[in-house]
């Protein structure tokens, strides 16, 4: 059974969401703010955080930069209707997904089965044969212990985002792909996401990667299609 934490103000909404997606087969804990997180992380880790951006004292934002700085759940956005910025920043900040509010309910279960989906795929190739090591310009890419390592050896933190756009750009070097097949290859399916989440997950990857701003991009641009990862790759197994 997943475990699922709901972080909302709101009480009327946790109670609702609460009991939903329990009666669709989840174990729901819930916190109204920063504080109750911390000590429902404490009693146990759950596999997925449902997030909502406003929040009392430390807003969602501020509380997903640290989760994800410290812990490798998933992570789903909950924000207001006209808020782009706040989605934006959200994927910056290691957001898995986001939802805008006002939601139906299975909208939001559909969302947390989708990502759930993801990060289970990842766990069970822990179970399989060993998976490949990706080289390219001196990094690694671990694909079974969803590692990326920089040329001296530092890990590299990435949420689960950026490293399933990262694998698919490592695993078709020197091919342009667009947002969409990125989007497509990326989730497993195809996601309902505006171009923008791919632009961010890029700018993230291309901080942690281009440890020189002055040389060109691993990840290059291709103005009116998509992307390109430039270098080349060296399976080893």
């Known amino acids: 059974m ?3 934490l709901l972080v909302d103000d709101d009480t009327e909404v946790l109670a609702l969401l609460k009991k939903f997606l329990e ?3 989840y174990s729901v804990d819930v916190a109204t703010d920063g504080q ?11 596999d997925l ?3 909502d951006v406003m929040l009392p004292g430390d807003s969602g934002l501020v509380l997903c930069q640290r989760l994800r700085s410290e812990h ?3 992570i789903i956005m909950l924000t207001a209707m006209s808020e782009l910025s706040d989605r934006v920043v959200g994927l910056e900040l290691g957001a898995d997904d986001y939802l805008s509010k006002p939601f139906d309910a299975r909208e939001l279960l559909a969302r947390v089965r989708a990502v759930l989906r993801r990060t289970g795929e990842v766990r069970s190739v822990l179970h399989e044969r060993p998976r490949p090591v990706l080289e390219f310009a001196g990094w690694q890419l671990d694909v079974t212990r969803r590692e990326l390592r920089s040329p001296d050896k530092v890990l590299i933190p990435l ?3 950026e490293f399933e756009l990262l694998l698919v750009l490592a695993e078709h070097p020197q091919r342009v792909l667009s947002r969409q097949q990125l989007l497509d290859m990326a989730r497993g399916e195809a996601y309902d996401a505006f171009d923008r989440s791919v632009d961010v997950q890029v700018s993230r990857l291309r901080r942690k990667l281009d440890a020189e701003p002055s040389r060109s991009s691993m990840i290059r641009t291709i ?5 390109l ?3 080349s790759v060296v399976v080893k197994r």
């Open 72 to 74: 490798s759940m998933a």
């Open 36 to 46: 109750a997180l911390w000590r429902a992380l404490e009693r146990q880790l759950p």
């Open 159 to 161: 949420s689960a985002g």
């Open 229 to 231: 990862f430039t270098p």
């Open 23 to 25: 009666q669709h087969g």
């Open 223 to 227: 103005r009116h299609i998509g992307y």
């Open 2 to 4: 997943s475990r699922l």
């Open 49 to 51: 955080v449902i997030l």
